[in-house]
């Protein structure tokens, strides 16, 4: 018997304090540290005037593809550290994607003001379709069907020391991935046939890219497990 309206009002997600402080320090902690890497290793020695640069011919676009996964990948580690300390699902997926977004956008204007790269439009487009990707997933289920994901590998040129800095952008050794489930797609008998575990994928990657006279794209398709 319902004595009180209160009780159909009364939330079953309870917000932890100390693990949403713990959320809040660990991320102001690690934004500081990833600053004075990227300050160190990219920024170093170029700070000018605040320009905007179109750069989609940069890299074969595989930076493109990095900037959507790096979106959805913060994304992923901010939903779940939210619903850990007690936030909503929809809440926490939500909140994902701005934290996500807006990291990737402070990357984004400190290269505005590098002398040798600048805002890119395209790869601040590409790190918010990252960063809502996995907001379309969750209120449409077929998305879920199809995953990004990334793998990587030292290229020749970062470990022979043709190439300075991070890793992140040693696009040679980098590829991105869109992991389908096959499963999900088939039929009740062929569910028996196929595991669930198995998917399909298809990889892009490039070569050379700082060569314009001999760079190539690489194309991938393989077995993924899930």
Known sequence: KLNSGK???????RINIIKTGVITGVTAGGFIWLHNYQKNS????????????????YSMSADKTGHFFDGALIQAIYRGAFQWAGFSPTASVWMGALFSIAYMTDVEIEDGFATDWGFSPGDEAMNIAGALYPVMQYYWKPLRSFNVKWSYFPSTSLTSGEKHGAFLDDYD?????????????????????????LN?????????YQHLDIRYADFYIGFDIN
Do not use: E
């Open 173 to 197: 050794g980098q590829t991105t991935w869109l992991s389908i489930n096959v499963h999900d797609f088939l039929s009740k008998k062929g569910k028996s046939f196929w595991p669930d575990y």
């Open 7 to 13: 009780q159909l009002l009364k939330s079953k997600y």
């Open 42 to 57: 990219w920024w170093s020695g170029q700070r000018g005037k605040f320009h905007f640069q179109n750069d989609w011919n």
């Open 200 to 208: 399909v994928a298809a990889g892009y990657g490039v070569n050379d």
